[in-house]
């Protein structure tokens, strides 16, 4: 009977210990499944090279997906050139789904002697800073570390643009085509400057062409030249997130079209369709002029000039 009684006893331990190991492993189960899933992420790029196989494999914590309307989080990625002969990256983040109205715009810029692996460092420390509170908005937050740098005890020195928001263009280009009767010869270039702030808009450009044209006939040589040149300026001051007012300028010569000189001065009234402060997203302007321009006009066969003034407008 004793003996009866130590084998029931340790079945009892035995079934006891099988039921709490199964047991345990249906919670560890229930926490799996109630663990939600790492948020999708869709990566909207229209730069030349936004490294997405390096963040890929750096911010593997996320799903990423192809479509952007499955996407919890979309980041669209724009690449401008600066004053430095770098570009300025604006990252946008837009929250979808349970994300709905969160949303983001964080930027960096590159200096022309960086290296791809310092451009994609920046980038993926920028991407990580900008969708951090998304992830903590989720049950993974506890996953999440951050960490900030020990202070310096010296004061940091805030550096400012040494270019005050200018950006400088220049250009030119030529091309020749000839045979033994005959030649082609045209040289162009262009310099252009803008200030562009969220408060006013400055543009300055200046261009310059001449073809020359040769033909032998008869041991005889003829020479056609054709040259213009141009200068233009327009200021537009904000007036509000769509409209603004300023004016415009243009200065124009050109021989072909019997002109020695044209000027237009008149005001400019701008709207634009999306918030100024989009407009490293997106801008879609609209510039009103309406003035006079007056033309000295070459008369045909003769060195006279006669003046014209000619109600102008236009938009642009």
Known sequence: MAKKTIHLTKLLKLCASFLSFALLMIVIQLARAQESPPPKLFL??????????FIRTELSFFDYVRDRFEADIQVLIISQENAAGGDQYTLTFLGGHHFTGMQDTLTFSTRQTDTDDMVRNQMLRVLKQGLLPFVLKTPLAHQVEVSFPIRKVEEALIQEDPWNYWVFNIGSNAYFDGESNRSYLSVSGNVSASRITPQSKLNLTAGYNQNITRFDIDNTTFEARNKSYNIRAL???????????GAYYRGFHSIFENIDFSQILSPALEYSVFPIADNTRRQFRIIIRLGCAINIIWKKLSSIKTVKC???SGSM
Not at 44 to 53: L, Y
Not at 235 to 245: A, M, N, P, T
């Open 310 to 312: 000619c109600p102008f």
């Open 44 to 53: 909207n790029c229209t730069s030349w090279n936004c490294f997405e196989d």
């Open 235 to 245: 200021y537009v001051k904000s007036l509000s997130e769509h409209w603004g007012l």
